[in-house]
């Protein structure tokens, strides 16, 4: 009986966990994705951006890390950096 509760509630945190972590990878990038819609960015332009192609221009960068707090070097990789961000907010 104790093996199966154990094995429960282990289960359960491992999926609690999965769910929280994934939850907070679709929000982070919804939210980047948003601020690139408030700065009148194109459906495809914003999906260029956030698969790596292309960067938006240095005086939205400097403004994202300014008012936001993504770092400028991040447009690199963003899908990186997103995942990067997402393990820190997990744990933490």
Do not use: H
């Not at 966990?17 to 919804?30: D, E």
């Not at 690139?36 to 005086?59: H, T």
């Amino acid at each position: 009986m104790y093996i199966k509760y154990t094995s429960f509630k282990l289960f359960f945190n491992l999926r609690f966990y999965l769910y929280s972590y994934m939850y907070n990878l679709y929000m982070t990038y919804l939210s980047i994705k948003e601020l690139l819609v408030s700065k009148e960015y194109k459906k495809d332009s914003i999906r260029s951006i956030m698969c790596g192609r292309r960067k938006p221009n240095a005086d939205n960068r400097q403004e994202f890390e300014k008012l936001y707090g993504i770092p400028f070097d991040a447009w690199k990789n963003i899908q990186k950096w997103i995942t990067e961000q997402t393990k820190i907010t997990t744990f933490s």
